[in-house]
């Protein structure tokens, strides 16, 4: 699991972080299937700075905290792990230090699910999503909220530089309940 | 190519002076590859490659059978599988890029049906697999998609013939036996289904799929004991994390009645 090879994980603190992203094979991205939007930005630093795919550039906030990442799904979605990008040694005082992620059917009710403390972090932190129960493997939600509480050294505004969900990647084979896991079944699954 | 079947008779009736010719070897190892049994085509190829090194007759091919290691040659495969399938407009294009130069190109009729398939579209899925299909008439994967298509449209009585058709195809393919089961699950034969997945369980002993859907089955006619023994051994053979997650719920529910057929 990705979250594994973050670091020093405690009772929800992160450290480290990890300069290339590395997550579990039997994930995908889902962030690209979704709407994303940001409680306030500054201009030239908006949301699209969060997905551009690019380390350098960041989103950063402008206004009161807590500082809000929307995702918001088409349909419901499962979703097991989220990516942040944080930069201590760049960003120093906008370094998001606590962070919520909550989840729900839309801004009304959603609920938190996840809440992680970030200690001067460089690279990539990964914030699994799953309980310790593997039927809690996945979240279901159309609506995904990050939320960043405080930042270090007490900063008002707040630097992320990317971030990413993931999910679990759905059944290759169409319309079947189970995935196949012999080579028996798996050479006849599709023509070559 | 498309009745390889006889091809390969024809093949092998030739005198061995003709037949240990780099030509007709390399013929054979494609045959074979078209029959999905790597294994021969792998041994025709290399005697082609010994008798004419120089020839590239079927060389493409080969190096697909050259994967030594089976099974990871089948996850770089559905590796490239999931970002066509991901990338679904793209997917789309290639196809029918293909498609123009030849009208015929099978593969490619069957991989916009599998896109098709993916995308729920599933009347353009099951159009697709029928040319597919009529191209070429033998490969029993398709036909065997074909009725996971029929089989979507709720077209019970189709799906289950065109399933069986599969089947008599190439009795090799375990796919369409397993969708066999399936569609009698969904149709409530369960005194039929877990026939059909015992067979099955001889043929591929590690395939967790089979002991989930015989624990479904179970769990659904109220026999708890054997439905908790097979979610165990599925679990045992190491599903997915979704399909663990699957398991478990059934497993923790085991006493609540529930909808099957939402699953199907």
């Known amino acids: ?192 | 190519m498309m009745f390889a079947q006889d091809a390969l008779e024809a093949y092998l009736k030739l005198p061995h002076k003709h037949y240990n010719t780099g030509w007709v070897l390399s013929q054979v190892g494609k045959t074979y590859f078209e029959l999905v049994d790597y294994l021969e085509a792998d041994r025709a190829f290399s005697l082609a490659r010994r008798v004419s090194p120089y020839s590239l007759e079927g060389m493409d091919i080969y190096s697909t059978v050259l994967y030594k290691d089976h099974e990871t040659a089948l996850k770089n495969f559905h590796r490239a599988v999931y970002v066509a399938l991901e990338e679904f407009d793209n997917g789309i294009k290639s196809y029918q890029s293909a498609l123009r130069i030849d009208s015929r190109h099978y593969k490619s009729l069957y991989g916009l049906g599998m896109v098709y398939l993916h995308q729920e579209k599933f009347e353009f899925a099951e159009h697709h697999f029928r040319l597919a299909f009529s191209v070429n008439p033998c490969s029993s994967i398709i036909m065997s998609y074909l009725g996971t298509a029929l089989h979507a449209l709720k077209r019970s009585n189709e799906a289950l013939e065109m399933t069986e058709r599969a089947i008599s195809a190439d009795r090799k393919n375990p796919l369409p036996m397993y969708q066999k089961a399936n569609i009698l699950v969904s149709l409530d034969c369960f005194e039929n289904a877990p026939e059909v997945l015992e067979e099955l369980k001889e043929y591929a002993p590690r395939e967790s799929s089979i002991y989930a859907l015989m624990g479904m089955i179970y769990k659904r006619c109220n026999m708890h004991d054997k439905a908790m023994l097979h979610f165990g051994l599925a679990l045992d053979l190491k599903p997915s994390a979704a399909d663990v997650a699957t398991i478990k719920a059934a497993m923790e529910k085991l006493h609540v009645p529930d909808e099957i057929e939402d699953s199907f």
Not at chain 1, 21 to 37: F, I, P, T, Y
Not at chain 1, 108 to 113: A, R
Not at chain 1, 121 to 126: K, Q, R
Request: with cysteine; proline share 5%; net charge negative.
């Open chain 1, 1 to 192: 699991m990705a979250t594994e090879s973050s670091e020093g994980e405690e009772e929800g603190k992160l450290t480290g972080g990890s300069p290339v992203l590395s997550v579990d094979e039997d994930l995908r991205e889902m962030g690209k299937k979704a709407a994303w939007s940001v409680s306030s930005c500054k201009p030239g630093n908006g949301v699209s700075s969060l997905r551009d795919d690019n380390l350098e550039t960041y989103w950063q906030s402008d206004g009161a905290q807590p500082h809000l990442v929307n995702v918001q799904f088409q349909k419901k979605v499962k979703l097991q792990l989220v990516a942040l990008y944080i930069d201590f040694k760049l960003d120093e005082s906008y370094t998001p230090s606590k962070v919520s992620i909550r989840a729900g059917d839309g801004f009304h009710n959603l609920k938190e699910i996840r809440s992680v403390e970030l200690v001067k972090p460089t690279g990539w932190v990964y914030v699994s999503l799953s309980g310790n129960d593997p039927r809690d493997t996945f979240v279901s939600t159309f609506m995904l909220q990050i939320a960043v509480l405080s930042n270090h050294l007490n900063g008002r505004d707040t630097h992320v530089r990317q971030i990413k969900v993931y999910g679990p990647r759905p059944n290759l084979i169409p319309h079947q309940l189970f995935q196949f896991t012999s080579t028996e079944f798996n050479t006849y699954a599709f023509v070559r």
